[in-house]
């Protein structure tokens, strides 16, 4: 028996399907034409750390390298609210083996000037060139990381689950990745090793989301005795509604507080992470359900294997 008054998400399904088409294409138009804003960690740059007697004001000292021509700085808290962490590209004419050479000298200019500009005693605690080669194997290695955890992730549903059931779920999680990365592309949002944690935790949590769906949507299929499909998919749907709508508010909660309190280094991270959970919570519905719909789930893909011999163990 279906529940009363739940909302037709499937009578939806193909508005969402178009919608969530659109934003893929865009998003994948978007990287293969801008790419990413790499951060330091895939760029090689000077890291310049500086400790101040007094707590740093980031709007002065962002106003100071501004105005001294480091408009692409970028100025993050470090350690402490009396320690910064300034970060700038590296002069690509500055020949390999003078790049630590040229680091200690920006350090010296760097203190100097937001010496000079500040009320403060600034203390130059150390400046190191920072090569692209970790941030690249790194992100080399995430990038495999991901796609062997789909891998492993569409293998287990399967088996959990059902085959149409893995596709859903893939299909959501590839969904989630690739507009979060097409939102960070359109609008020139950095992308640095921060975000890519931030991608492998999406699969993580949309993946999540799509279980419980997926677990309501088997047992409705072997349990209810009437409805179509489409019905049987909505009513999981609305049954799971609010355990998927509390769990993304306390996320988000939580995500929102890092944003605006965590300061700039956490930034990327928080942001990446809003968006794929907002994007999680909406393939769980949308998109996972969808896939299954479209690709002929019937209740006799997901009966229980009938137990060889079982018409004789009731027999006397």
């Known amino acids: 028996?279906?529940?009363?008054?739940?909302?037709?998400?499937?009578?939806?399904?193909?508005?969402?399907?178009?919608?969530?088409?659109?934003?893929?294409?865009?998003?994948?138009?978007?990287?293969?034409?801008?790419?990413?804003?790499?951060?330091?960690?895939?760029?090689?740059?000077?890291?310049?750390?500086?400790?101040?007697?007094?707590?740093?004001?980031?709007?002065?000292?962002?106003?100071?390298?501004?105005?001294?021509?480091?408009?692409?700085?970028?100025?993050?808290?470090?350690?402490?609210?009396?320690?910064i962490r300034v970060i700038l590209a590296v002069d690509e004419n500055v020949a390999i083996g003078d790049q630590a050479a040229q680091a200690a000298v920006v350090g010296e200019t760097i203190a100097a000037l937001l010496g000079s500009n500040s009320s403060s005693e600034v203390t130059l605690l150390g400046s190191d060139y920072v090569s692209s080669k970790v941030g690249?194997?790194?992100?080399?290695?995430?990038?495999?990381?991901?796609?062997?955890?789909?891998?492993?992730?569409?293998?287990?549903?399967?088996v959990r689950f059902q085959f149409k059931f893995?596709?859903?779920?893939?299909?959501?999680?590839?969904?989630?990745?690739?507009?979060?990365?097409?939102?960070?592309?359109?609008?020139?949002?950095?992308?640095?090793?921060?975000?890519?944690a931030a991608l492998l935790a999406i699969i993580g949590y949309s993946l999540n989301d799509t279980i419980v769906v997926s677990d309501r949507i088997r047992e409705n299929f072997r349990r209810m005795r009437k409805g179509s499909s489409i019905e049987m998919v909505n009513t999981a749907l609305n049954q799971t509604l609010s355990r998927t709508l509390i769990t993304s508010l306390t996320t988000l909660l939580v995500l929102l507080s890092i944003l605006f309190i965590g300061g700039e280094s956490t930034q990327g991270f928080a942001i990446?992470?809003?968006?794929?959970?907002?994007?999680?919570?909406?393939?769980?519905?949308?998109?996972?359900?969808?896939?299954?719909?479209?690709?002929?789930?019937?209740?006799?893909?997901?009966?229980?294997p009938v137990k060889e011999g079982a018409e004789l163990d009731n027999l006397p």
């Open 1 to 83: 028996m279906l529940i009363e008054k739940q909302i037709d998400f499937m009578g939806q399904r193909r508005i969402a399907g178009f919608a969530s088409a659109a934003l893929v294409v865009i998003s994948i138009i978007s990287l293969a034409v801008n790419s990413l804003e790499l951060g330091l960690d895939f760029t090689s740059g000077t890291s310049v750390r500086l400790g101040y007697s007094e707590s740093v004001v980031m709007s002065e000292v962002n106003q100071t390298l501004d105005d001294n021509g480091y408009e692409d700085a970028v100025v993050v808290s470090f350690g402490s609210d009396r320690e």
């Open 136 to 158: 690249s194997e790194l992100a080399e290695s995430g990038g495999i990381g991901m796609l062997v955890a789909l891998g492993i992730i569409m293998a287990y549903i399967s």
């Open 166 to 196: 893995a596709v859903g779920a893939v299909v959501a999680l590839a969904h989630d990745l690739i507009i979060t990365l097409g939102i960070f592309s359109v609008f020139r949002m950095e992308f640095n090793l921060n975000t890519l």
């Open 272 to 304: 990446a992470l809003i968006i794929g959970v907002v994007t999680g919570t909406y393939s769980s519905i949308y998109i996972a359900s969808n896939v299954i719909l479209y690709m002929n789930v019937t209740r006799e893909d997901l009966m229980l």
